[in-house]
């Protein structure tokens, strides 16, 4: 019955794919439009009605404009550097779980691409890697903004990467498990770990925010300061893959969220299970938006500042603590 | 299919790191380096080793070449590095020394047969059970000794950077700051 075919991982490699792909399109507008409402604008109007076909507009421009390599500009590495975002971003995503198993013609489909036992920390280990994306492209472009891009990137990096490790070893050691599916399966018998684990909880989506780049903490292109940091030269599909990468790494940290502390896929009272994490990952998406909305961005010395002294502290003693309390 | 991953993953890594000594560019030294990294996290898949997999993507992908990366930050990317090789006697032993390490790797599987594992995989534990359980028992003392030499490089980390750590530039008043007086 748990038998995996290639077929079966192909086919579901090429829906995540077509599917991220789709929904990373689709943020873009539920972004300028939630954006648009909470500062009491309009937003795209003008393409197909309330301007829902402005993503095929924007898709047509991105796919049509030229793709621009400066002169001095190390040409491999800065072509490779969106593929390096994009393709991690979309690796991460082949070991997360969204949906219960079901069975669709009589075969049984097991919900994750490669249930691999160490799931969390293979997708954490493949969003670690897409640090190269933007460090590369940085680097490589012969552009001043690019190198402070670059040079925010690896800075922002070393913080933020130790936060999400030691926030999530708390929820870690009380599952005992390092599968995602074990972490849902301890959501069924047990209380949310959002009420058991708050803290943990603060300090993963502080550094998911950080790792995804998003407001508070995008120091990496803050258009203010840094012109675009390290897609200053990108044009192009080359500039649209950096941006789908993102939108991945968002919804894969509010996959990761929805399952390691809001429940993941379990039944909800009468929600069945698929329908309450399709909307815990809405609600987790839309809570980045909201921040983006309310909160100005921090200094690259205040984030670092942040990361260091507060947090990192913070959740040692909360690993601590969990430590003891699972003793006793 | 795990031969063929094996020697594919193999030609890879040579090649990449081949690239990573070679090259006289920066960047490509660096990238090569990383996705050869990369790659040897795909070894461990193969064996079956998934946390140790995901150990050597962490820590060498994440956060070691991460380091490197900060440090290539301080040259000019886009020029060529000029090596001197001044004494051809260190050009000789080190070609010597591959020379005999080739020899010795590719005579590996005749002593390779004979060898034994100590400490076999407890059955019925999971990768990061396994590893647990030989770390905190076998090699406990390691374990605890590998831990204070962290320590003590943090600690000497700390006491190197932290001169002056109460100042921050970034807090201070614009018109104390020596290169805006120039300026002025």
């Known amino acids: ?102 069975t669709i013609f009589g075969i049984f489909v097991p919900s994750v691409a490669s249930d691999i036992n160490i799931g969390i920390l293979f997708v ?26 670059a040079a925010r990137t690896a800075a922002q990096f070393v913080s933020y990467e130790v936060v999400t490790g030691l926030s999530l070893l708390a929820p870690i050691m009380m599952v005992g498990s390092l599968s995602l599916i074990d972490f849902n399966h301890y959501n069924e018998t047990h209380a949310w770990m959002v009420f058991t684990q708050p803290l943990a909880f603060v300090l993963f989506l502080i550094a998911g925010f950080a790792e995804t780049n998003r407001t508070p903490f995008d120091l990496l292109e803050h258009e203010a300061e840094v012109v675009a940091g390290y897609a200053t030269e990108y044009s192009g599909m080359r500039w649209g893959m950096f941006f789908i990468g993102e939108y991945a790494n968002m919804i894969t940290i509010a996959v990761l969220a929805s399952i390691v502390f809001l429940g993941g896929y379990t039944d909800l009272g009468f929600i069945p299970g698929w329908l309450a994490i399709i909307l815990k990952i809405a609600f987790m998406f839309f809570l980045m938006l909201w921040v983006r909305a309310s909160w100005p961005h921090v200094r690259p010395d205040q984030f670092m500042w942040l990361a260091w002294k507060v947090l990192m502290p913070l959740a040692v003693i909360n690993v601590v603590i969990t430590g003891i309390v699972i003793m006793v | 299919m795990i031969p063929f991953a094996f020697y594919l993953f193999a030609v890879l890594i040579t090649g990449l790191f081949l690239v990573a000594v070679l090259s006289r560019n920066v960047l490509y030294a660096m990238t090569s380096l990383a996705a050869g990294m990369v790659l040897i996290s795909g070894l461990f898949f193969i064996l079956g080793a998934d946390f140790l997999g995901v150990v050597q993507l962490i820590v060498y992908v994440g956060a070691v070449m991460g380091l490197y990366a900060f440090a290539m930050m301080f040259f000019d990317v886009s020029r060529e590095v000029r090596e001197t090789r001044s004494n051809p006697w260190l050009v000789f032993l080190l070609g010597g020394g591959i020379a005999l390490m080739l020899v010795v790797m590719f005579a590996a599987p005749i002593v390779g047969d004979s060898v034994k594992a100590l400490y076999p995989p407890v059955a019925h534990t999971t990768n990061p059970q396994a590893v647990g359980l030989v770390l905190f028992t076998k090699y406990l003392l390691p374990f605890e000794v590998a831990s204070v030499m962290l320590l003590v490089a943090m600690i000497a980390g700390i006491i190197l950077a932290g001169r002056k750590m109460e100042i921050s530039l970034s807090a201070m008043d614009e018109d104390i700051l020596p290169e805006t007086k120039e300026n002025a």
């Open chain 1, 124 to 149: 954490l280990g493949m969003m670690a890697a897409g640090l190269y994306g933007p460090l590369l492209a940085g680097m490589s472009q012969a552009n001043k903004w690019g190198l402070i891009g």
């Open chain 1, 1 to 102: 019955m748990m038998e995996v075919t290639y077929l079966g991982v192909i086919i579901k490699a090429i829906l995540i794919l077509a599917i991220i792909s789709a929904v990373a399109g689709f943020g873009t507008y539920i972004e300028r439009k939630i954006l648009a409402f909470m500062q009491r604008r309009l937003g795209p109007m003008h393409v197909g009605p309330y301007g829902l076909l402005q993503i095929a507009a924007d898709g047509i421009k991105l796919f049509t404009k030229e793709d621009f390599i400066p002169q001095n500009a190390n040409k491999l590495i800065f072509m490779i550097a969106p593929i390096i975002t994009a393709a991690t971003a979309f690796i991460a995503l082949s070991a997360v779980p969204v949906f219960p198993d079901f």
